[in-house]
C-alpha cells in the first residue's frame, strides 16, 4: 500500500486558472514537503509544514499557497496558474529532524 | 545557505562498467547525507542516507563515500546493469535546518546492454 499519494496524476489547465494538488501520507509523519521538479534545476523546495495548521515557507513560494489540514492531507494551490508554473510537482513526508523523506508518484501540471 | 554541486548530469555507461555520480556541499557543519534514485515516471526512493560520521557506506551493488574533508560526497554504481538506469539525487541536510534538505540537480544514468 502506497504510503504517500498524490492527486490528481495529470493536469491541464489554462493560464489564469486555478489548480489544487492534493497529497496524503499514510506514515504518520509530522513533516510534509511540496516540490517542483525542472529540468535543469533538479527538486525545489515550494512550502512545507510541520503539522496540522502549519505552514512554512519553501525556496521557490512564490504563486503557490499551501495548506495541511490534518496530519495526513497536504494541499498545494495555484490560484492564478501561469504557463511558468508548468512542472512535475512531487509531495514528500519525513519523521522530521534529519529522517529521509518518502515521495509520492507525481503530478504533471501543465498550464497552456 | 546551504548549496549542493552534482555532477556530472548525464551519464552513459556499459552494462558491468563502474559509474561514479559525484556531489560538493559548501555547510561544512551538515549532518546527514542522502542518494536518491527516481526511475521513469516514479518518485524518489532512498537508495542510502549517510552520517557525517561514517565514510565508507556499502549497499547492494554500490558504495556511497563521504570525503568531508573536500566536501564531497558520491555514489559508485560497481558493475551497472540497465535497471541502474534512472535519475539519481543526492540530498544534504543542512546545520542550520534539519528539517529540509538540499537536493542536486540530478544525474541521468543511462546503462547501455
Known amino acids: 500500500e502506497a504510503a504517500v499519494t498524490q492527486s490528481p496524476r495529470n493536469k491541464v489547465t489554462v493560464t489564469g486558472g486555478n489548480v489544487t494538488l492534493s497529497c496524503r501520507q499514510t506514515n504518520s509523519h509530522n513533516y510534509m514537503y511540496w516540490y517542483r521538479q525542472d529540468t535543469g534545476h533538479g527538486l525545489r523546495l515550494i512550502h512545507y509544514s510541520y503539522g496540522a495548521g502549519n505552514l512554512q515557507i519553501g525556496d521557490v513560494p512564490d504563486g503557490y499557497k499551501a495548506t495541511r489540514t490534518t496530519q495526513e492531507d497536504f494541499f498545494l494551490l495555484l490560484e492564478l496558474a501561469s504557463p511558468s508554473q508548468t512542472s512535475l510537482y512531487f509531495c514528500?513526508?519525513?519523521?522530521?529532524?534529519?529522517?529521509?523523506?518518502?515521495f509520492g508518484p507525481g503530478t504533471r501540471l501543465t498550464v497552456l | 545557505g546551504e548549496q549542493v554541486e552534482q555532477r556530472p548530469p548525464h551519464l552513459s555507461v556499459r552494462e558491468g562498467d563502474s559509474a561514479v555520480i559525484i556531489c560538493t556541499y559548501t555547510?561544512?557543519?551538515?549532518?546527514?547525507f542522502f542518494w536518491y534514485k527516481q526511475e521513469p515516471g516514479a518518485g524518489l526512493q532512498l537508495l542510502m542516507k549517510?552520517?557525517?560520521?561514517?565514510e565508507i557506506n556499502e549497499g547492494q551493488g554500490f558504495t556511497v563515500l563521504l570525503n568531508k574533508k573536500d566536501k564531497q560526497l558520491s555514489l559508485n554504481l560497481t558493475a551497472a546493469h540497465p535497471g541502474d538506469s534512472a535519475v539519481y539525487f543526492c540530498a544534504v541536510s543542512p546545520d542550520t535546518n534539519a528539517y529540509k534538505v538540499i537536493f542536486g540537480k540530478g544525474t541521468h544514468l543511462h546503462v547501455l546492454p
Open positions: 514528500a513526508s519525513s519523521a522530521g529532524n534529519y529522517a529521509e523523506q518518502f
Open positions: 549517510v552520517f557525517s560520521s561514517t
Open positions: 555547510d561544512p557543519n551538515s549532518y546527514y
